[in-house]
């Protein structure tokens, strides 16, 4: 289903649901989802109303990052099913008039990719070595890292192999980074994006999209960090970040990308400052760039409405359309984020992250309220013009799992050592999804038993209880579920969604940021309407608000007595 009069720019405002495989329906009763899981599950997500679905990375992997240390870009972890099955999922979801966006990961490979085993067994300086970023130590035995970096996950980012050299890796050590000035490294990844076209995917999310050109020839390496940073520079300036020569890469993809009718989409994610987003977005580059700042904010209206104007901005000049997150696999739960008390900080998401370190104990988790903004937002978003992108369980309201025990963490963000951890890493929002309240298999993730009849395992990552009260066939019968607002809101937004993608701010209560007691910053409206008098309104002041003249659409929540929008809710409104 498209929103936009050309068929071919489908993804121009579509919503796009994000599936992490290994936690969305286990169809085998291994315990992991599965590809066929998905397929299993297409008849759930045309009923949600979204667009297109992507896949989190399902290939060949051995999980050191979640499937993000890639072992084979051109097939299907047997884990999770054959090339067969993504076969049926690409037929099952285009008969449902689904989209597949498939999940490309450039920056780096895993360390057991056949051609990374070739530069290990190889000697330095020889064309194998030449496909990853190898070099000399410091030190007189050189048995010093070449930088001081140090990875995303920490520790360091270069690894020592037993000749000496050192090779570069900006994640774990399980993920080296590829040398993107090698032509044939270029051209692998030109086969790899045709091949899941010839498949039937329609485009690609592109992970680290900011990384793959590197300028090491340089001796100031050490005064730079290889994460993304808000003050990081915003003129290509960055050794490994962000730099100029990256989108010679995505200009050589596009003309790929132009080979197909219609064209074949992507989406970067690339944490690079907001006046360099547009490079990504452009429509000689990859066409459409994430923007995170919903992802990033708590429930404070200020920062809401600054990220709005800055998303469409940012797109109006590189003649994409915006794009709005509020969750995916990295972070924590967004209804989880609201329930929090809201404390701006310089690192987002910290006070988040330490309620998931500390297993939920440090702050009070007010669910009622979490819910509440969960539903309120979710309106505020998807009336705004762009492409939406849901991640899976939030159309259930699931909040952040918290106390996963230390010896079940998976994520490399988490450091094992529980004494010493600063993260408990991003499993709280990976935990596979309930499908049904019955306990006993896995609130529905697993089937009953496998194919010879033994017990299905357990969900690869632990279930708390409370899962059974968000499951998809309870919320399914509940006219005030979170699922069904989704419902309702997906549809409505097809029926008046409008080609125009400019916005135009209502009159707003602007007295917001105001400390209010221990639980946050409340204050003021996000008041705005697209160009066919579709108006959405979200109030986050405990003063109840007076609605414009017109038709009230959809609410988040009840309305008062006297017809006011109250606190946290939102509403559309056909204008008059
Ligand atoms: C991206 C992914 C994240 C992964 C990282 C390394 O940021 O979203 O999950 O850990 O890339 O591939």
């Given at each position: 289903?498209?929103?936009?009069?050309?068929?071919?720019?489908?993804?121009?405002?579509?919503?796009?649901?994000?599936?992490?495989?290994?936690?969305?329906?286990?169809?085998?009763?291994?315990?992991?989802?599965?590809l066929?899981?998905?397929?299993?599950?297409?008849g759930?997500?045309?009923?949600?109303?979204?667009?297109?679905?992507?896949?989190?990375?399902?290939?060949?992997?051995?999980?050191?990052?979640?499937?993000?240390?890639?072992?084979?870009?051109r097939?299907?972890d047997?884990?999770?099913?054959?090339?067969?099955d993504?076969?049926?999922?690409?037929?099952?979801?285009?008969a449902?008039g689904?989209k597949?966006?498939?999940?490309?990961?450039?920056?780096?490979?895993?360390?057991?990719?056949?051609?990374?085993?070739?530069?290990?067994?190889?000697?330095?300086?020889s064309?194998?070595?030449?496909?990853?970023?190898?070099?000399?130590?410091?030190?007189?035995?050189?048995?010093?890292?070449?930088?001081?970096?140090?990875n995303h996950f920490?520790?360091?980012?270069?690894?020592?192999?037993?000749?000496?050299?050192?090779?570069?890796?900006m994640?774990t050590?399980?993920q080296?980074?590829?040398?993107?000035?090698?032509?044939?490294?270029?051209d692998?990844?030109?086969?790899?994006?045709?091949?899941?076209?010839?498949?039937?995917?329609?485009?690609?999310?592109?992970?680290?999209?900011?990384?793959?050109?590197?300028?090491?020839?340089r001796?100031?390496?050490?005064?730079?960090v290889?994460?993304?940073?808000?003050d990081?520079?915003?003129?290509?300036?960055?050794?490994?970040?962000?730099?100029?020569?990256?989108?010679?890469i995505?200009?050589?993809?596009?003309?790929?990308?132009?080979?197909?009718?219609?064209?074949?989409?992507?989406?970067?994610?690339?944490?690079?400052?907001?006046?360099?987003?547009?490079?990504?977005a452009?429509?000689?580059?990859l066409?459409?760039?994430?923007?995170?700042?919903?992802?990033k904010?708590?429930?404070?209206?200020?920062?809401?409405?600054?990220?709005?104007?800055?998303g469409?901005?940012?797109?109006?000049?590189?003649?994409?359309?915006?794009?709005?997150?509020?969750?995916?696999?990295?972070?924590?739960?967004?209804?989880?984020?609201?329930?929090?008390?809201?404390?701006?900080?310089?690192?987002?998401?910290?006070?988040a992250?330490?309620?998931?370190?500390?297993d939920?104990?440090?702050?009070p988790?007010?669910?009622?309220?979490?819910?509440?903004?969960?539903?309120?937002?979710?309106?505020?978003?998807?009336?705004?013009?762009?492409?939406?992108?849901?991640?899976?369980?939030?159309?259930?309201?699931?909040?952040?799992?918290?106390?996963?025990?230390?010896?079940?963490?998976?994520?490399?963000?988490?450091?094992?050592?529980?004494?010493?951890a600063?993260?408990?890493?991003?499993?709280?929002?990976?935990?596979?999804?309930?499908?049904t309240?019955d306990?006993?298999?896995?609130?529905?993730?697993?089937?009953a038993?496998?194919?010879?009849?033994t017990?299905?395992?357990?969900?690869?990552?632990?279930?708390?209880?409370?899962?059974?009260?968000?499951?998809a066939?309870?919320?399914?019968?509940?006219p005030?579920?979170?699922l069904?607002?989704?419902?309702?809101?997906?549809?409505?937004?097809?029926?008046l969604?409008?080609d125009?993608?400019s916005?135009?701010?209502?009159?707003?209560?602007?007295?917001?940021?105001?400390?209010?007691?221990?639980?946050?910053?409340?204050?003021?409206?996000?008041?705005?309407k697209?160009?066919?008098?579709?108006?959405?309104?979200?109030?986050?002041?405990?003063?109840?608000?007076?609605?414009?003249?017109?038709?009230?659409l959809?609410?988040?929540?009840?309305?008062?007595?006297d017809?006011?929008?109250?606190?946290?809710?939102?509403?559309?409104?056909?204008?008059?």
């Amino acid at each position: 289903m498209t929103n936009v009069t050309d068929p071919a720019l489908w993804w121009k405002q579509a919503a796009v649901y994000q599936v992490y495989p290994r936690s969305f329906k286990d169809t085998t009763g291994s315990g992991l989802g599965d590809l066929a899981g998905v397929t299993e599950k297409i008849g759930y997500l045309s009923q949600l109303g979204i667009d297109a679905i992507w896949l989190s990375p399902f290939y060949p992997s051995q999980l050191a990052d979640g499937g993000y240390d890639v072992d084979d870009y051109r097939n299907v972890d047997p884990k999770l099913g054959t090339m067969d099955d993504f076969d049926a999922l690409a037929k099952a979801a285009h008969a449902h008039g689904i989209k597949v966006v498939v999940d490309i990961v450039p920056n780096h490979s895993s360390n057991l990719h056949p051609w990374f085993q070739e530069a290990l067994a190889a000697a330095p300086g020889s064309p194998e070595r030449d496909r990853y970023i190898f070099r000399d130590g410091k030190g007189p035995n050189g048995d010093q890292p070449p930088t001081n970096w140090e990875n995303h996950f920490g520790g360091p980012a270069w690894t020592r192999v037993p000749d000496g050299q050192w090779y570069l890796h900006m994640f774990t050590k399980e993920q080296p980074d590829w040398n993107w000035n090698n032509r044939e490294v270029r051209d692998d990844f030109l086969t790899t994006l045709r091949f899941w076209l010839d498949h039937g995917a329609d485009g690609f999310r592109v992970d680290v999209a900011h990384g793959l050109a590197k300028d090491l020839d340089r001796d100031d390496l050490d005064n730079y960090v290889v994460w993304c940073t808000s003050d990081q520079p915003d003129d290509g300036s960055h050794p490994v970040i962000d730099r100029d020569e990256v989108h010679e890469i995505y200009h050589e993809w596009r003309r790929v990308f132009n080979e197909y009718n219609p064209p074949a989409f992507a989406v970067a994610e690339a944490w690079v400052q907001p006046n360099r987003q547009y490079l990504y977005a452009s429509p000689d580059d990859l066409g459409q760039i994430f923007n995170f700042e919903f992802a990033k904010k708590d429930w404070i209206r200020d920062a809401f409405h600054e990220a709005i104007e800055e998303g469409i901005a940012s797109a109006e000049r590189s003649g994409s359309s915006a794009t709005w997150v509020m969750s995916n696999h990295d972070v924590v739960r967004h209804a989880t984020r609201y329930g929090l008390p809201q404390v701006p900080t310089s690192e987002y998401h910290q006070l988040a992250k330490d309620w998931v370190l500390r297993d939920g104990t440090t702050y009070p988790l007010d669910r009622e309220l979490g819910t509440k903004r969960a539903r309120a937002a979710i309106l505020m978003e998807m009336a705004l013009p762009g492409s939406v992108y849901v991640y899976q369980g939030e159309e259930l309201g699931l909040f952040e799992v918290a106390d996963i025990p230390w010896d079940r963490v998976e994520d490399p963000s988490g450091h094992r050592t529980s004494q010493a951890a600063s993260t408990k890493g991003r499993d709280g929002c990976r935990v596979p999804l309930p499908w049904t309240t019955d306990p006993s298999d896995s609130f529905g993730f697993t089937p009953a038993s496998k194919a010879d009849g033994t017990p299905s395992q357990e969900a690869h990552l632990p279930q708390p209880a409370w899962f059974k009260d968000f499951a998809a066939d309870i919320e399914d019968s509940d006219p005030e579920s979170m699922l069904n607002l989704y419902r309702r809101a997906l549809a409505l937004r097809h029926e008046l969604q409008t080609d125009d993608l400019s916005l135009t701010w209502l009159p707003e209560d602007r007295s917001s940021g105001k400390p209010d007691g221990a639980n946050g910053f409340t204050g003021g409206t996000i008041a705005y309407k697209r160009a066919n008098g579709w108006a959405s309104i979200t109030n986050f002041g405990a003063d109840p608000v007076d609605l414009p003249a017109g038709e009230v659409l959809l609410t988040s929540g009840p309305l008062t007595d006297d017809g006011k929008l109250p606190q946290d809710t939102s509403v559309w409104i056909q204008l008059a």
